[in-house]
């Protein structure tokens, strides 16, 4: 659900990769609620929303990739919002955008939505190798994290493991 800490495990993820020199695109994969631009202090004018609507070749990736502070860590912002972000993550586009960029890059990583009360997470899982759970400690009902688990699983989502957010020392 919201304010699991998928966004900061994305970055942190990303981040320790780049940090080994292994090069990272980071991908917002939440075309709803984005954020990784304000993270970043870059612009959000255009990105992965315009390649998806209007995108013709995969070439037009590329200029819409913006580099970070940080060295090997490369940024795909989601861009104007669009007004429907499930229809976009059903094109081929998106596999389109995923074969390109993982010919490019070391590794790729999707900050991802909820996977509950909308569908996005398993459209974006329906193309990417694993995924990650994220929970917040003492956030998220046993029931609801399982269920949310199952729903993955079905879509054909390995998952690759989980991590537990937010835990007080």
């Not at 580099?67 to 094109?91: H, Q, W, Y």
């Not at 909820?114 to 994220?134: M, Q």
């Amino acid at each position: 659900s919201q304010g699991e800490g998928k966004t900061f495990i994305a970055i942190n993820l990303a981040l320790v990769f780049a940090q080994l020199g292994e090069r990272v695109l980071l991908i917002e994969g939440d075309l709803r609620r984005p954020s990784l631009h304000k993270r970043f202090r870059l612009s959000n004018e255009r990105g992965v929303s315009h390649f998806l609507a209007h995108g013709r070749d995969v070439s037009e990736v590329e200029p819409l990739i913006q580099r970070s502070a940080v060295l090997n860590l490369d940024v795909l912002v989601c861009g104007k919002i669009p007004p429907n972000p499930a229809e976009l993550l059903s094109t081929p586009r998106v596999k389109a955008l995923l074969t390109w960029a993982g010919e490019r890059y070391d590794h790729l990583i999707i900050d991802g939505t909820p996977v509950f009360p909308i569908t996005d997470a398993l459209l974006w899982a329906n193309h990417v190798d694993a995924g990650v759970f994220v929970a917040k400690f003492g956030g998220i009902h046993a029931g609801l994290a399982s269920r949310a688990r199952q729903k993955l699983q079905e879509g054909g989502l390995k998952i690759a493991g989980a991590i537990v957010n937010q835990v007080a020392s």
